[in-house]
C-alpha cells in the first residue's frame, strides 16, 4: 500500500507538506494541492490510517519517554518519532522524566501492564542499573540515544564513535594539538563513544604528537559555560574545543564572549547535534550532525516491526551514520611541534 | 508549604538546579550542594510530592496538547508546563495533534471520560469551531496560546497586541514607515492581536503616514520564506518586516540571503518569540519575547485551581506581559513624506 512518504515523492513535495495539506492546516497554491490530489488518487492513498485502526476495535498507542523536552535534540527526536508514528497509523504518548528514576521505572511499567503496545526509551544520566530489569520485565521497548547496559532490548544509536573520529580528524587536519573536550563522561554511551572515537582520530591524525584535556558534566549551557571556564583557566595553551552537544557549544560560546576571545581567530569550536540553527550564527558553527529525522523512523520501525519472541532481535543494535556539517568556527593553525604528551583526561 | 522555587531563591540557584539535584541528575560543587541542602532544611521543604501522592492512591495526572513539538516555542511551552506540573506534584502526559481535527476532539473527550484530571489545550489552526463542544463537555480543560472561539473555559493568551504594539512602535520610532508584516491572517487570535497592536502603533507614532503590506500563513519556516519573497517581489519599497514568529524569522532571514539583502543595512527585521538563541545570531535580532515560563505555570495554576462550578472562573481570560528584545536587526531610516496610504491588507 502506498505510504505518505511515496505520495510526497510523487507529488514532489515533503511528507510534512502532504500531512499538513491533508488535515487541513496548511493553504497551498492550485498547482501544489493538485500535484498531490493526483499522487493520492495515482497511488490509491489512503490518509488516515488511525481512523482505520479505530474501524478495527482498538487503538494503536506506543509510548515516548524522554528525560526533557526542551532541549532542541530531544523537541526533533520527538518529533521525528512523532511524524513516524503518524505514518504508521499510530498515536504517541510522549512522557518527560526530567531523568527521575521512579518516572523511568513507572513509565517502563506501563507496558508491563499493557497500558501501551511499546515505548521507545530515552534517558541521560547514568545511574541507570535500576531500570534494567525493569526494560526486561516491559519487553517491547527500544533504547534510543543512549544506553542501559544489559538490559534485553534493541538498541538504535547515532554512529558516536564516527561522530568523535569525524571531530579529531578535522581538527587534527586543521593543525590543533592542543585541544580541549567537553562533554558527559564514560558512564554515558555517547560520551564514552564520542571521546573514544576522537582520541582514536588524533592518534590516526596528529602528527609529532597532542594534548587533549576533557571536562566533563551534562549537556546543559550551564555545564558548557562552567566546563569551559575549568578548560581555559588550565589549559590556556588550548587552540580549539570539541563541546559534545548544541547546548555546551552555546554555554562555551558564552563563556568565550565574556574572555572577548573571538571564534575561530582566538580559539575554535567544533559541535555535534547540529539541531539548533548555527548557520544563522555569527560565526556559523562547524559541528557533527544527528540524523534525528532518521533515528525517530528507525525507532518507531524497530518496535513496529520486531518479533520480540526472538532473541537474536531483541539485543539487535542499529547504529545510524553521522556527518561532518562545515561551517566557519575552525582556523587552521600551524601545528606546533611541543606537544607530545599523547593524552590527558581530568574530570 | 515551601516550593521548589523557594528554596532555589534560598539558595541562590535556579529552580532547575534543585530540582537536577534533587532526581541525582546533576553533580554540583560542594559549597551549591551545601546551600541546597541549607535552604531545603531551612524551609522544610518536602520534595518529591509525586510519592506523596502516589501514597494518598491516585494519580495525579494531567495532559497537554500541542499542535507540534519542533517549533522552539512549543518545546519550550511544553517544558515550562512539564516543569510547572512537576512542583505541583503532577504528572503531565503530552500529545501532538500535528492539528489533526481527530486528535484534537480525542483527546478533549479523554477529559470527559475521566481519564485525566484536566486539559492544557493548545491548538494552531484556524477550523476550531467544532472543538467548542468537546471543550464545554470535558470542563477542566485550559486554552492556552491560541482562542477557540465561543468555548466555556478559562483562557491564557500572551499579551499579543501589546507585542505587536511594541513591534509597530518600535519601527515606526526607528522612521520606518513601509512595512512587511507576515504572520497569521485574523483567523487566529495570534495573528489577529498582533496585527492590530502593530496597525495602533503606527497610528499612534508614524507621523507622515505609513503603508503597511500584510502577508498570511502559517508560522512555519517555508511560509517565512515564501510570504518574504512575496512581499519583496511585490513591494521592494519596504524598509523593515515585522515577522510574527521565530520560525518566520529564519525562513525570511533564508529569503533575504538569496537576494544578497544585508540585515540591518538593505532591511530592518522585528521578530516574535525569542525562544531560538537569536543573541547568538549573525545580526542578533530583535524580537517580542513570550514569557513562556510565565505562561507553562500560570497554565498549570490555572488547571488546578479553577473552581469548575463557578461560570465566572470558567470564562476567565489571563494575559501575560511581553517584553521588546532590543538587539541590532533594525535600523533607523530617515522618514520619507511620500508615504500617506494608511495601509493595505492582502492575502
Request: charged share 25%; hydrophobic share 40%.
Amino acid at each position: 500500500m502506498a505510504n505518505l512518504k511515496q505520495v510526497a515523492e510523487r507529488a514532489g513535495v515533503s511528507p510534512a507538506t502532504v500531512s499538513r495539506y491533508l488535515n487541513g492546516s496548511l493553504s497551498l497554491p492550485e498547482p501544489t494541492r493538485e500535484a498531490i490530489e493526483n499522487a493520492i488518487r495515482a497511488l490509491n492513498y489512503h490518509p488516515n490510517p488511525f481512523a482505520r485502526s479505530l474501524s478495527r476495535g482498538r487503538t494503536d498507542q506506543i509510548q515516548m519517554v524522554v528525560p526533557e523536552i526542551k532541549a532542541p535534540f530531544f523537541a526533533a527526536l520527538v518529533a521525528a518519532v512523532e511524524n513516524a508514528a503518524f505514518e504508521r497509523g499510530q498515536e504517541l504518548a510522549i512522557s518527560v522524566t526530567l531523568n527521575r528514576p521512579g518516572r523511568e521505572q513507572r513509565y517502563l511499567d506501563s507496558v508491563s501492564d499493557r497500558h501501551v503496545d511499546g515505548l521507545i526509551f530515552v534517558t541521560n544520566h547514568p545511574e541507570v542499573a535500576p531500570l534494567k530489569s525493569r526494560i526486561d520485565a516491559a519487553r517491547r521497548v527500544v533504547l534510543l540515544d543512549e544506553d542501559v547496559p544489559g538490559a534485553t532490548a534493541p538498541r538504535l544509536f547515532c554512529d558516536n564513535d564516527s561522530g568523535g573520529y569525524l571531530a579529531g580528524q578535522y581538527l587534527a587536519r586543521h593543525g590543533h594539538r592542543a585541544i580541549g573536550v567537553i562533554g558527559t563522561g564514560d558512564e554515558m554511551h555517547s560520551g564514552a563513544a564520542r571521546f573514544q572515537g576522537f582520541s582514536r582520530a588524533l592518534d590516526d591524525s596528529a602528527d609529532g604528537g597532542y594534548r587533549v584535556h576533557r571536562k566533563t558534566g551534562s549537556y546543559t549551557i550551564e555545564d558548557g559555560s562552567r566546563l569551559c571556564a575549568e578548560l581555559l583557566d588550565e589549559h590556556p595553551g588550548i587552540t580549539a574545543i570539541f563541546a559534545m552537544s548544541d547546548e555546551l557549544v552555546i554555554g562555551t560560546l558564552d563563556e568565550l564572549a565574556r574572555r572577548d576571545l573571538r571564534v575561530p581567530d582566538d580559539i575554535s569550536i567544533i559541535g555535534f547535534d547540529d539541531i539548533l540553527p548555527l548557520d544563522y550564527f555569527a560565526t556559523p558553527i562547524t559541528a557533527i550532525r544527528q540524523p534525528v529525522e532518521a533515528l525517530g523512523a528507525k525507532a518507531v520501525e524497530i518496535l513496529l516491526n520486531t518479533d520480540w519472541e526472538d532473541p537474536a532481535a531483541c539485543s539487535r543494535v542499529e547504529i545510524l551514520p553521522v556527518t561532518l556539517v562545515e561551517r566557519s568556527s575552525v582556523a587552521s593553525v600551524p601545528p606546533a611541534p611541543q606537544a607530545t604528551v599523547q593524552h590527558e583526561s581530568n574530570r
